[in-house]
């Protein structure tokens, strides 16, 4: 069985400063993708960031980034410079060969003025 | 412009109706995915379809129903509604079925309400 953990519910961050969002996942598959998204209060869903788990190198997306651990099964995403648009709840995501996606439990971002 | 659509946006219900919340996506892909995310905001995944066939078929109660007419669209009926129905209700496409570096864009959801 695969597995998303999101160990932070509810996180909150300062305009203009960094936050981090913790992530961990277990599949017993050898290809997979790993994605960050995000769920504004306006509900649609919409992708931050992905990775894929052959790539060593983190990916990177303008003020997002990952610190992708692939031993420890670690994917956390870092926002850079947080901004008041940036208040959403962010799943993290696991995809497979077998075209199986499973989320995690989300993390509420609230960036405060 | 809409990638992937969902009709009713908002469904208001009596326990024990029949309803149905369609769904098409514009993109050309291949496969099409039901979620369900409930109070708590919790995502799981309830169907999977790749060119209209049921690829995925999480432990749902057999009351969900999902329908695929062609590989544009993805239906889902619900029969004999209960309280604990109530959630958003979640659809999504991607390009192809064995690819796990496509992304999956969502509707915009159907916030379903049982009372």
């Known amino acids: 069985a695969q597995t998303v953990t999101q160990s932070q519910p509810e996180m909150s961050v300062q305009e203009a400063e960094t936050v981090t969002l913790s992530c961990t996942y277990d599949t017993s598959e050898s290809n997979y993708y790993l994605f960050w998204y995000k769920q504004p209060p306006s509900r649609q869903m919409i992708l931050v960031i992905r990775q894929e788990a052959y790539k060593q190198q983190n990916a990177t997306e303008n003020r997002f980034s990952v610190n992708f651990q692939k031993a420890a099964k670690s994917f956390s995403l870092k926002i850079s410079d947080s901004q008041l648009g940036d208040t959403a709840m962010y799943f993290c995501a696991v995809n497979t060969n077998a075209g199986k996606s499973t989320f995690g439990d989300g993390t509420t971002l609230t960036v405060k003025p | 412009d809409t990638a992937v659509s969902q009709t009713p946006k908002y469904l208001v219900t009596q326990m024990g109706n029949d309803k149905s919340i369609k769904c098409e996506q514009n993109?050309?892909?291949?496969?099409m995915y039901w979620y369900k995310q409930d109070s708590k905001k919790f995502l799981k995944i309830m169907f999977s379809y790749n060119n209209k066939e049921l690829i995925i078929n999480e432990t749902v109660p057999n009351r969900f129903s999902p329908k695929s007419p062609d590989k544009a669209h993805l239906n889902l009926h619900i029969n004999s509604l209960e309280l604990g129905d109530s959630a958003v209700y979640f659809c999504a496409s991607s390009q192809a079925r064995d690819a796990p570096e496509e992304t999956q864009y969502f509707g915009p959801g159907t916030r379903l309400l049982v009372l």
């Open positions: 993109l050309g892909h291949d496969t």
